[in-house]
């Protein structure tokens, strides 16, 4: 999405509120995600800026990232391995719950190029 992730420093999380509340107002309702995003903090901001449109849109997340162990803001490869699709993926909903201020937490979630 490029707000917390991938193009450049992470975004002014005021500004990127107002682009995802914009868009909302102009009809678009889906939005995609990722773990790697931050990691997390990308689900966690547009969790908040959607909050107030829940039960009108669609939040995805992709997951299947290895990512670094030293906490580095970046993924060294791709997991898609049992036990990490239960670490990150079984517990979305629950986790999520919280990072998405209860925005339809779960609406749907995706392997990444499995």
Do not use: C
Request: net charge negative.
């Amino acid at each position: 999405m490029g707000m917390s992730f991938g193009y450049g420093p992470p975004k002014d999380k005021q500004g990127m509120t107002a682009l995802l509340r914009s868009a909302v107002e102009r009809g678009i309702t889906f939005f995609d995600t990722a773990e790697v995003y931050g990691p997390f903090t990308n689900e966690e901001l547009v969790g908040e800026a959607l909050s107030p449109f829940r039960g009108q849109v669609v939040i995805a997340t992709k997951f299947g990232f290895e990512l670094d162990p030293t906490g580095e803001r970046v993924w060294v490869g791709l997991d898609s391995r049992p036990e990490h699709i239960k670490q990150v993926a079984v517990p979305w909903p629950e986790r999520s719950a919280s990072r998405w201020s209860r925005t339809s937490p779960g609406d749907h979630h995706e392997g990444e190029s499995v």
